[in-house]
């Protein structure tokens, strides 16, 4: 039987690489010696204060999908025993992902390209990264600005993740996976798609707001953490109901809003591209919403409010990659479809038999590839200059590429994932003991519990409480 690793020394380890990772970075800032004189180079561009307000307000909205949007959506979801655990998980994601990001991820994701295949270290600790525009991403606010708004991306992806294997991996586990995950898939997958030079974007494939690197690479880990880690204890023998479905369609209302941010945020401005977005983006998930209620209806004879937050949520990933590229009445496709897809997708895990627990790779993994491939179909230059036009539109070879960037996409995230995966089941092990994952996550991993059960004065129910 492999012997535990005791926590302090999972505690000593990362907090010596944060330690670390700051010193490094305060002697990468030190001021480089003065340039020879040379002549006058041109006036920066100018940072355009609408913009830049916009972009603040879309970086706050997609930090609100993840807390408090997805962590209700997830935490509901879950049994009472596991609430506070998986509300825990989103949180602290959002403090992990944001110092790795400005240490080494934000470099490596969108950095100076090496091979098209990943930035360098030259913005490590955000050396470079100041107050003025970077014009090769954006010409109209400030660089820090565009970093903080694509850090709420590399946030938000791992965290979808968790729903795949909630209430049954440990915490320490759950930490190191994340942080080897964001570093080693999401940071080159990005820079992939969207940094300068990255192979993908050469290629000409377009993705506006994060359809394989954001949903592809998140439901497609979350295939392999769920075959990995195994099903949970009593999957199809007992039932497993979500306990607070109120939470849960208050954070699928949260992801709705916050997701303007997400997709017509992608815009980088103010302008009338970030309309367009932000009018599809509503078409596609109510389109969504509606297909999924229906299929569910005519289905099993009654509509459920899961199933109607669930289609708008599989509606927002679909259109997330088409989104600056694609009309209104496309947009009512690429939604009613998603619909449709995503909840036959999520029947699809019964007749396979892995255990999707929150249904990631259904939603996130099918939609995301479905809107990719859309994006192929519908995306027409009549919306955006800048992008292609698509299958539908007198170019089938658009079609042809985004279906490469979805397969790329697929094999890189599941193929890394699982040897991340089985690396850190090697060394720390992913499941939870039996007796834990029976007591929980908010008792077994934090020594709290969501709920007081009418106990006054007990902060949390651990040995000794009297409590089991």
Known sequence: ???????????????GALVLGVAVAGLAQQAPPAPPAQAQAPPPPKVDSGDNAWMLTSSALVLMMTIPGL???????????????????????????SIEWILWGYSTAFGPDIRGLVGDLSWF????????????????IPHQTFMIYQMMFAIITPALITGAFAERMKFGSFLVFTLLWATFIY???????????????????????????????????????????GRRRGYRVEPMPPHNLPLTVLGAALLWVGWFGFNAGSALSAGSLATSAFVVTHIATAAATLGWMLSEWIARGKPTVLGAASGAVAGLVAITPA?????????????????????????????LGYDDSLDVVGVHGVGGTWGALATGLFASKAINEAGANGAFFGNPDLLRIQAVAVLATWLFAFIGSLILLKVVDAVMG???????????????????????????????????????
């Not at 690793?5 to 907090?15: D, E, G, H, T």
């Not at 990264?129 to 954006?138: K, S, W």
């Not at 993908?200 to 392999?224: C, K, N, Q, W, Y």
């Not at 897809?341 to 699809?348: E, G, K, M, P």
Request: contains cysteine; proline residues 4%; glycine residues 14%.
């Open 71 to 97: 962590a209700l959506f997830y935490g509901g979801m879950v049994r009472r025993q596991n609430a506070l655990g998986t509300i825990m998980q989103s949180f602290i994601i959002v403090a992990l992902i």
């Open 1 to 15: 039987m492999r012997s535990p690793v005791p926590r302090w020394a999972f505690a000593s380890l990362i907090i």
């Open 323 to 351: 989104s600056g590229f694609v009309g209104p009445l496309s947009a009512l496709v690429i939604g009613g479809g998603a619909g449709f897809l995503c909840y036959n997708a999520c029947n699809l895990k019964t007749t």
């Open 187 to 229: 940071n080159p997958l990005a820079h992939w798609v969207w940094g300068v030079k990255g192979w993908i974007r050469e290629m000409g494939a377009l993705d506006f707001a994060g359809g394989t690197v954001v949903h592809i690479s998140s439901g497609v880990s979350a295939l392999a953490a769920a075959l990995l880690v």
């Open 430 to 468: 992913l499941r939870l003991h039996e007796e834990d994952e029976v007591m929980g996550l908010d008792l077994s991993q934090h020594n709290e519990s969501a709920y007081s059960l009418g106990l006054v004065g007990t902060t949390g129910f651990g040995p000794g409480s009297g409590v089991h």
């Open 125 to 140: 600790g955000l050396k470079g990264v100041g107050l003025d525009p970077n014009p090769d991403y954006a010409a109209t």
